[in-house]
């Protein structure tokens, strides 16, 4: 608290109709904090390395989590990391139950009720999930087994079929988020034409659309390099 809730790491977001009267309202609101040094602190990321934690349960279900720190908001990779996270886990759409990991899981192997993966993005600092629920907990450690191996497999450049079909489900996808984030801000229908000239939705599809299968293959062998925490039900 002392080190990063000071006036040099504050941000004031004011929206609406508002004149130059604002500026002496925030000051007589916010001017009297405590001034703690000259620094603004930035949130790093944390250190990276191996661990596992085994969390005892009263059940025959399961459940098998490995966390991989990454980058967060401003990370150069972001949108590739994005794009990893949606090839093994489906994160978006349809592509749920057509990702490397509910394949080889559920379809192939019958080990898990729910794998998936999730890419949480923040300021400064990203975590990379791969997880499995729904499953015997005599299961564990060959889960765990194929959820690395996952992670490996990707450091390959996907192959075009599987890489195309990735990535129009996922543009797909968030091009339909926008339509009903449009649909939610005006109450009614929104035209197609409308949410899909979004600028948000413009510049993330230019980011996904500029990935090849290499430049992920190349992102993925600097990321997955065997430091992450497992957590699973014993």
Do not use: W
Not at 83 to 105: D, K, M, P, V
Not at 109 to 130: D, K, M, S, T
Not at 166 to 189: L, P
């Amino acid at each position: 608290k002392q080190r990063y809730f000071g006036p040099k790491n504050l941000s004031i977001a004011v929206v609406g109709d508002v004149d130059d009267g604002i500026a002496q309202i925030v000051d007589a609101c916010f001017g009297r904090l405590e001034k703690k040094g000259n620094e603004k602190h930035t949130f790093t990321q944390p250190q990276r390395q191996r661990y596992e934690e085994l969390e005892e349960v009263h059940d025959d279900a399961g459940y098998v989590m490995v966390f991989i720190p990454v980058g967060g908001v401003n990370h150069p990779d972001r949108y590739t990391l994005d794009f990893i996270s949606h090839a093994l886990g489906g994160s978006r759409g349809s592509y749920t139950f057509n990702n490397r990991l509910f394949r080889e899981l559920r379809t192939k192997r019958g080990l898990g009720y729910f794998p998936h993966a999730l890419y949480e993005i923040h300021v400064g600092v990203g975590l990379l999930q791969l997880g499995v629920r729904g499953m015997h907990k005599k299961d564990a450690n060959l889960v765990k087994s194929v959820l690395l191996d996952e992670l490996e497999k990707i450091k390959e450049p996907l192959g075009e079929e599987e890489f195309e079909g990735a990535r129009y489900s996922m543009v797909t996808a968030e091009r339909r988020s926008f339509h009903e984030r449009a649909t939610d801000i005006s109450g009614g229908y929104a035209e197609a034409e409308f949410f899909c000239t979004d600028p948000r939705f413009e510049y993330f599809s230019q980011q996904i659309n500029a990935l090849t299968p290499e430049s992920v293959a190349q992102v993925a062998n600097g990321i997955f390099d065997g430091r992450y925490f497992i957590v699973a039900s014993s």
